[in-house]
């Protein structure tokens, strides 16, 4: 957003403090100043443009349209200038580009003046046309001043050039109340303790009583507040240089007075405006209503548009739309050089409405960006008197008819108490109260009841950003100055939490890289999410987190699992024949346990396709379960050296897999996508997913590492093959066989698994291998006969198995 340093001045004092002093008071009170760029009212402000007097003119002797002149400007002698004006003469006084001056004709390109020949005779500069100077159009022929400023003097001080100071305002979401200069102001009001000056309308009058425009709102809930006045026998033109210019240094074109009055009026108290073509409205009669689903509306832009039946639309009195209600105006409606009688709109529409329309059609303006914010509901009335007591100024016409107010229902303050002990808990720092108060009272805050240790505030509901304690003590903590609360020596905290020593954002990076390193293409996809999918994956649907004010279906709760967010995007890449993907993610998921809302940080991997492409010199190889598998291990070794437990993985979401285990905590969950899910997604390909528990891995990280020497003696390595029931899994044979010897077996591994004729039914054949090594001296056959032995026999007792010998 930006804001005019020369215009926000009209509104308060600020003793002459430079741009980048109330750059940085507005950056402390959270309106953060992201640029600061000067900006001239002529481009180059006629730096290099003097005023000059003609002294001689003759005709050149080789062009008859030409003109050889010599000037006074300011200097030792006079220069001659060949001018092709038909109007020049000596003894005027002139705007004179000297040599070396820049000028923009057109505003951006910029013309050289330099010394010159032409036809042979010398030219030392150039005797301007308005135009010439950015000033205007006309181009009949030069300037001719009425001064008696001396020569050599520098145009500008004749042309009276104003230069600005614009602030560029990165403005957050929540601050609807700053989108104006003087909302601006508001904020310097509360640091500098000086009051804002609001433009007076008590010269606002009825010139005449007669009925105008009848307003009927039908939908109170969409339009809680509708404000109008009639003004006729205007004159639609250019608006004057004062109001062009405060437009057009904020990079916006003007247009014609009547609109240009609503553009300026919105951007100095935050507050939209639509001046209808009164003569354009059927039936004298204004309703505010929603059309029936799939309206078509032609807006502004000469689009067609179809409407959503949510739409609020401001019609005739014949129900045909004129303008969608904060958004945009109709195509017919607006004002238009033959305008003469002009019905002027200020209202306060429900930001949820405005907010669903702008995004179904796509359109952002600077209305719409104020209305889905919400604005103040107060201010329709002092805007819309201001506004007319302008277009009276610039336009002339007369007020026509009371003023119009639908307001039924008005809005009340955000009433509310506060702790003053939580204000010293939050901030870290006690403030004396009468700063406190003083704080809140700058900021239109009243103090309605207060107590040793309470107060209860009034809010205005302008500032929908300050519902709740906490809003009150941001408030106060902006406005006394986060650089003014001192970091105490030794700091502390209401509550004990686990602080690991390793930085989580480097693990994270590195376990980035890792993926990457395998191929991996890390993607960010929205936290909002489709509402069905929580039953789809099996979740509990009463523990999705509902967002109130959603944008649509598709985007209603927040997500309770990474995956579905995560095949969607899979889904978009195979659609485009990219089917060989390898992707991961960090994000966070949600639910609503009971009243409390949980929030944790997760990690997936997705893996689909082929993992090895098609070459001469080898085959193509598909992904599967073990693929997915191994790099979530890998994952969690780069975390940490802990063993990793494996238990049988019960999920909707899968349609087989495994859990992994450190110290009994479930830190990940691996398999196959359920067919069920892809098949919803529109996803045909097997997809396998790694769900990793981001939080709960992190806190098995320990930097309490031992380290050993490596062994000076053999490992010793014997195989056996078991006969087992199919249900047992390897997890279970290896809690068997490490329980069974724990000193001597250093790993265990299967390296191939039978089913088949061979064995009976319901049975699985596994050749595993096991590696034996004794750290503090060389195994003998005795010692690992005896060990083989001692395994086999717990393998037949525990797991029935049936040793091959």
């Not at 006079?78 to 004709?105: D, E």
């Not at 689903?293 to 409407?307: A, C, G, H, P, S």
């Not at 997604?681 to 050993?708: A, M, P, R, T, Y």
């Amino acid at each position: 957003m930006k804001i005019s340093l020369n215009w926000l001045k009209e509104y308060i004092e600020v003793d002459n403090k430079s741009a980048e002093t109330i750059s940085k008071l507005l950056t402390d009170t959270g309106l953060e100043v992201e640029g600061v760029a000067p900006f001239e009212q002529i481009k180059g402000g006629l730096e290099g443009v003097v005023i000059g007097e003609v002294l001689t003119c003759e005709k050149h002797p080789g062009a008859d349209k030409l003109n050889i002149t010599t000037v006074d400007i300011g200097e030792d002698n006079p220069v001659p200038i060949v001018c092709g004006a038909p109007n020049v003469a000596a003894g005027q006084k002139v705007a004179v580009a000297t040599v070396g001056c820049t000028l923009y004709p057109d505003g951006e390109n910029a013309f050289k003046i330099k010394k010159a020949k032409i036809r042979g005779e010398v030219s030392m500069g150039m005797i301007c046309a308005e135009d010439e100077l950015g000033l205007g159009d006309d181009h009949d022929g030069i300037l001719v001043l009425a001064t008696d400023l001396l020569n050599g003097t520098p145009a500008s001080k004749y042309f009276d050039i104003e230069n600005d100071t614009i602030l560029e305002i990165g403005l957050t979401p929540n601050r609807a109340d700053a989108t104006g200069h003087i909302g601006v102001a508001r904020d310097l009001k509360a640091v500098l303790g000086v009051e804002v000056k609001w433009p007076s309308v008590d010269a606002f009058k009825i010139d005449n009583r007669n009925a105008a425009i009848e307003v009927v709102v039908e939908d109170q809930k969409g339009c809680p507040r509708y404000s109008g006045v009639s003004i006729v026998d205007v004159e639609v033109k250019e608006s004057p240089d004062w109001l062009k210019m405060k437009l057009r240094s904020i990079g916006l074109s003007p247009i014609n007075n009547i609109v240009d009055v609503t553009n300026f009026v919105l951007h100095e108290v935050g507050q939209p405006l639509h001046a209808f073509d009164a003569d354009q409205i059927k039936g004298n009669k204004v309703v505010v209503k929603t059309l029936q689903e799939n309206t078509e509306f032609i807006t502004l832009d000469e689009e067609k548009r179809k409407l959503a039946s949510t739409d609020l639309m401001i019609c005739d009195g014949e129900n045909t739309g004129m303008c969608i209600g904060g958004v945009f105006g109709g195509v017919k409606s607006g004002v238009s050089d033959s305008t003469k009688n002009v019905f002027l709109e200020c209202a306060y529409f429900s930001p949820d409405y405005i907010r669903k329309t702008a995004r179904v059609h796509g359109l952002k303006t600077d209305a719409s960006f104020r209305y889905e914010r919400g604005t103040d509901p107060n201010i329709t009335v002092y805007a819309l008197k201001r506004a007319a007591m302008l277009i009276k100024q610039v336009a002339g016409g007369e007020i026509c008819g009371e003023v119009i107010d639908v307001y039924p229902n008005p809005i009340d303050n955000f009433t509310f108490e506060v702790k003053y002990r939580n204000i010293t808990r939050l901030i870290g720092k006690e403030i004396e109260k009468e700063r406190i108060h003083r704080i809140l009272t700058s900021l239109d805050i009243e103090i309605v009841e207060d107590s040793e240790t309470t107060f209860t505030v009034s809010v205005p509901p302008y500032r929908v950003d300050v519902t709740r304690e906490a809003d009150i003590i941001e408030e106060i903590l902006r406005i006394y100055g986060f650089n003014n609360v001192e970091t105490p020596p030794y700091n502390s905290a209401d509550f004990l939490a686990d602080f690991p020593k390793k930085d989580k954002h480097k693990t994270r990076n590195k376990v980035t890289q890792l993926l990457n390193s395998k191929g991996y293409f890390e993607i960010m996809t929205n936290s909002l999410t489709k509402p069905g999918y929580a039953e789809l994956g099996g979740y509990n649907v009463e523990e999705n987190v509902v967002i109130l004010n959603k944008l649509s279906e598709d985007l209603g709760v927040m997500r309770q699992s990474l995956l579905f967010t995560g095949l969607e995007v899979l889904a978009h890449n195979i659609n485009r024949k990219q089917k060989d993907i390898k992707l991961l993610e960090f994000g966070n998921t949600y639910k609503k346990v009971r009243n409390t809302y949980l929030e944790e940080e997760r990690m997936a991997i997705f893996l689909s396709g082929n993992i090895v492409q098609e070459h001469w010199s080898t085959k193509t190889k598909k992904a599967d379960y073990y693929d997915v598998l191994s790099d979530v291990l890998s994952i969690i070794k780069k975390i940490t050296p802990a063993n990793v437990a494996y238990q049988q993985l019960e999920s909707s979401l899968f349609e087989y897999g495994i859990g992994l285990m450190i110290d009994n905590v479930l830190v990940a969950n691996v398999g196959k996508v359920a067919s069920k899910i892809t098949k919803e997604i529109g996803i045909k390909q097997e997809i396998f997913f790694g769900d990793i528990h981001w939080d709960l891995l992190l806190k098995q990280v320990s930097d309490n590492i031992v380290f050993e020497e490596v062994s000076k003696f053999p490992e010793v390595r014997r195989d056996l093959s078991l006969v087992i029931d199919k249900n047992i899994t390897f997890e279970q044979v290896r809690k068997v066989a490490l329980a069974t010897e724990r000193n001597l077996l250093k790993q265990i591994n299967v390296f191939d698994v039978y089913e088949g004729e061979k064995i009976d039914e319901g049975k699985k054949a596994y050749a595993m291998s096991f590696l034996l090594e004794d750290k503090h001296k060389t195994l003998t056959d005795k010692v690992i006969d005896k060990t083989m032995n001692r395994l086999m026999v717990r393998f037949e007792l525990e797991l029935d198995a049936i040793i091959r010998k």
